[in-house]
């Protein structure tokens, strides 16, 4: 990358700088994890690149599915699956199969024109984060099919459901209308399914003059809140657009309310933080590279960009994307190992923590800084996987 501090300052901006007070330095040695315990790897310059005043980059695009070690907590033999059956629901022509693909099949925004409208209802079965399997069902929305699914379908596509995802397109002529057909919806999830979880996504924002959207949001998420019956107090609505990162905070915060032990997974994160003096610690899922939670520390929160976690994922999945190009592989498979950031402010590390995520921490510049955390997510590595696993196999 170009060395100048213009191109420094976009780095810092993107990737949650250390633009703020700057921490004690010297303090990055293990505070939980003794000298015994430490891997020590072997000096690698191209994986270990020396820290100077340019930004300097390092991705490490080996095949991490089998030779990275990580121990699989898919294994069959020791986990069950958990389902959460998911409905994603709206008019036809709402949005719902763009944001689906561009989500959980790695389309990009300019590839989902060439979708098609959906008929009746697209299963789709989707691991994640281990034994977490959501069973998505994208609903048709033309009025033949909605009707069937409030009535001669109505148990059958409202039992044991976890999540209910309804999108309304702002460009509808017919909110009322739309209102209408969500409150039957609602009722009929409320019959079959009472404790499940409702989001609600404003789709196709960009076409919403900025100054306008917060406005609109709030007034269309009081009329969703007034024919959401007993969900109500509960009910969350998301502003959304496949051209931004919006898509990613929605769904960021769906896949959160799913996640099981996240007071464990969290309670890891924060010793991770602090064992190599991080600003911010991010578990990312490896496929979709939705956030599934994170830990900032007083440095941390200081940091005025409030949608960055979206604005990583976004970014991630387009150099993912990149990735897949210049390889000529697939968009869905891991393509890198490990990804880092050298500045004369700050490091950032991106590495497998399981096979089934990432883990993203944002350091104090120093090549010492760097390698102390790339050990210590090694050893976290092992900890984390078998402790979660086991939590999880008791949860059974």
Avoid at 146 to 161: A, G
């Amino acid at each position: 990358m170009a060395g100048n501090g213009q191109s420094r300052e976009h780095w810092t901006e993107l990737f949650t700088s250390r633009c703020f007070p700057r921490r004690r330095r010297g303090s990055v040695a293990a505070s939980s994890i003794s000298a015994d315990h430490l891997v020590h790897q072997p000096s690698d310059p191209s994986v270990d690149p020396p820290v100077d005043p340019s930004v300097n980059t390092s991705v490490d695009t080996s095949d991490s599915s089998s030779t990275d070690g990580t121990p699989d907590e898919m294994d069959p033999s020791k986990l069950k699956e958990q389902k959460q059956k998911v409905l994603l629901m709206g008019k036809s022509g709402s949005g719902k199969s763009s944001m689906r693909n561009i989500i959980f099949s790695n389309f990009v925004a300019k590839d989902v024109r060439r979708l098609g409208a959906t008929i009746d209802v697209e299963h789709s079965r989707v691991k994640f984060l281990g034994n977490l399997v959501l069973n998505l069902w994208d609903c048709g929305g033309q009025d033949a099919f909605t009707e069937n699914f409030l009535t001669s379908q109505k148990s059958y596509v409202f039992s044991e459901v976890g999540v209910l995802i309804y999108v309304f397109d702002i460009e509808s002529r017919e909110f009322e209308r739309d209102l209408m057909t969500y409150n039957a919806v609602v009722k009929a999830l409320e019959e079959f399914s009472p404790h499940a979880k409702v989001f609600c996504l404003v789709h196709k924002m960009d076409l919403v003059q900025k100054d306008f959207r917060e406005g609109l949001l709030q007034e269309r998420h009081n009329a969703i809140k007034e024919k959401s019956e007993k969900f109500a107090g509960t009910v969350a609505s998301f502003a959304t657009t496949i051209w931004d990162q919006s898509l990613y905070k929605a769904w960021g915060n769906i896949v959160h309310s799913m996640i099981p032990n996240l007071d464990i997974i969290e309670e890891y994160l924060r010793e991770l933080a602090e064992a190599i003096d991080a600003e911010e610690v991010i578990l990312f899922e490896a496929t979709t590279f939705l956030t599934v939670t994170s830990v900032t520390s007083e440095i941390g929160q200081q940091n005025p960009f409030a949608d960055r976690f979206e604005r990583l994922s976004n970014i991630i999945k387009n150099f993912k994307h990149s990735l897949a190009n210049f390889t000529s592989s697939s968009s869905s498979s891991p393509q890198f190992q490990e990804f880092q950031i050298s500045t004369a402010k700050f490091n950032l590390i991106i590495d497998k923590l399981t096979s089934n995520t990432y883990v993203m921490a944002i350091l104090p510049p120093g090549e010492g800084e760097l390698n102390c955390a790339r050990t210590n997510v090694a050893i976290a590595r092992e900890e984390f996987t078998r402790d979660v696993t086991s939590l999880r196999a008791q949860a059974m």
